[in-house]
């Protein structure tokens, strides 16, 4: 598959939600305080619900948040109060091996600007979630070569990142985020530095992601990805509006 037999429409979800909570926000709150002397309320009582197969636009100005929430879903980061869940357990009771572990299993995460590692070919990258989790190596090469179809990429398998375009990087970094199944994917801006059609194309291919029952939460300022979203989440000054 290339991109040109990617329908460039993502078109929003027909059939039910299934009923599992992949990740949650109670209340949660996040200040930074090493940045000068007042401190940021980046994210003062935040609380949502995203479900298995959920795709959840989170949209609003500059620096309202929405980047460090995905931090706190994503396990990167710590709430400084209230409560983040993924897959059912609280991120701030568990430790640091459990918080890793957590995050390689069960989190996937696409960025705006790939976030592709440049000494590493297309395969190793989308590869990498697998290694990380001592998955054997045959089985990892059937698995990529698969990841990469699917996302219509084979070809370039040998590639290293430099030697592709923005829309295939962006496609090696969705197969890279979902090749471990992960619970939720966390995806900040991932059309923000494609043209429109591979923006759609990304959109797409996230939306076959939710079809297949894993949550996507993606950080944007596009009305068009928020478009194709089964819910909007509006945030402002560190909360939910609407
Ligand atoms: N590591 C940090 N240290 C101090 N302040 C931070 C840090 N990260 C973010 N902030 C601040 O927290 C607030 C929320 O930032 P965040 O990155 O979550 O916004 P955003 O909604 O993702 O914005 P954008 O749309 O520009 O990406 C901002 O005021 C920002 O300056
Ligand atoms: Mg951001």
Redesign the pocket.
Known sequence: MDSETIAPFATKRTTPLAATMTARAIDAV?F????GDEP????DGVSLEIRAGEMVALV????????????LIGCVDLPTRGTIEVDGRATSSLDDDALTGLRRERIGTVFQFFNLLPAMTIAENVGLPLVLQRVPRGEIDARVRAALESVGIYEKANAYPSQVSGGQMQRAAIARATIHKPAIVLA??PTGNLDSTSGANVLRLLRDVASNGQAILM?T?SMDAAAVCDRVIR?QD?KIVA
Do not use: I, Q
């Open positions: 996040k930074y305080t090493d940045a940021v309320h980046a994210l609003g100005p500059s620096g309202c948040g929405k980047s460090t929430l995905l931090n900040d801006e950080a300022h945030m560190g």
